[in-house]
């Protein structure tokens, strides 16, 4: 099988995510999910007796799920029970599901410290969820593309972005967007298929949740904002420009030859860093990438 990385996922919404038990693919990986109110936890979905997945018909029973198949009881996370199914790191933040599989690698990247932050003073409110015929790779190198912020989506303004640093092991990219009273873009990416932006101006700063999971013949891309309370007016407004956005890539997504070879210059050079970042990031068994 071919591997999936190890970090985090923006892996559902919220309306996603069914009360009870209920099925989660991410790239190939059968999991499942087990809502109880705002609490989501997320497992393998593998029967460990005989294959069933648990998601599609398993019921809660204590700590366990009853498998639909020959209603044997599988331990939720218990490594100690002789029929368990292993339990990965999950956060339902308002509209958002993350996910980060189980895995020997330390592949977090400071994201949980951010995300959590961001959690204490903003609502999580989705705002794309769309099936493309795309990888994730050509879809989350868009914010690392400078060149297509002018060209593609005509706004004006936007310096040249140069790495900044990171202390947890994230790329991260600023450049300066406006006029005088200059605005900062501040974009870092936790894994492979995760990206937050931080669109700074002297008036508030836009934080900008995009995410993908891969599927079969392309991709599943969510985008969202993390809305703190004194800008909810702004949604409306907020979605429209990021659909029409959102469009404008995917005139060029829906068909662009992937396997056309690239024929780079200098000006790609951040292009070329979040492809190295994720040629380099861990991985995992059991899926697609
Ligand atoms: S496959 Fe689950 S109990 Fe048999
Ligand atoms: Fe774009």
């Known amino acids: 099988m071919a591997a999936i990385h190890a970090g985090w996922y923006l892996a559902a919404y919220d309306n996603e995510v069914s ?29 460990p007796h005989r294959g069933a997945h648990l998601g599609y018909g398993g019921t809660i029973d204590g700590d366990c799920v009853e498998c639909p198949f020959h209603g044997r009881r599988i331990a939720l996370g218990d490594k100690n029970k002789r029929y368990a199914v292993a339990e990965h790191r999950a956060h339902l933040l308002s509209g958002m599901l993350f996910v980060r599989l189980r895995s020997d690698h330390d592949a977090d990247l400071g994201f949980e410290a951010t995300i ?51 202390e947890t092991g994230e790329i991260a990219v600023t450049a300066k967007f406006g006029s005088k009273t200059a605005g ?10 995760l990206v937050v932006t ?21 991709c599943v891309m969510r985008i969202g904002f993390a809305v703190p309370p004194e800008d909810e007016a702004l949604i409306p407004e907020w979605k429209r420009m990021t659909h ?10 829906d068909h662009i030859d992937e396997s056309a070879p690239p024929d780079l210059s200098k000006a790609d050079s951040l292009i070329q860093e979040f492809w190295e970042f994720c040629e380099k990031f861990p991985t995992i068994d059991g899926g697609r990438r």
Request: charged content about 25%.
């Open 244 to 253: 029409i956005g959102f469009e404008q890539d995917r005139l060029v997504w």
């Open 116 to 166: 959590l932050r961001y959690a204490k003073e903003r609502t999580f409110v989705p705002m794309v969820n769309a099936h493309l015929p795309t990888s994730t790779r050509m879809i989350m190198e868009n914010g690392f593309d400078s060149e297509h912020f002018t060209a593609l989506h005509r706004m004006p303004g936007f310096s040249r972005f140069t790495a900044a640093a990171s």
């Open 19 to 47: 009360e009870g038990v209920a099925p989660l693919e991410l790239g190939g990986r059968r999991l499942m999910t087990v809502r109880e109110a705002d609490r989501v936890r997320v497992f393998d979905a593998d029967c």
């Open 184 to 193: 900062e873009f501040y974009l870092r990416a936790f894994s492979p298929t």
């Open 198 to 218: 931080e669109l700074r101006s002297p008036e508030r700063t836009q934080v900008i949740i995009t995410g993908t999971v891969p599927e079969d013949g392309g």
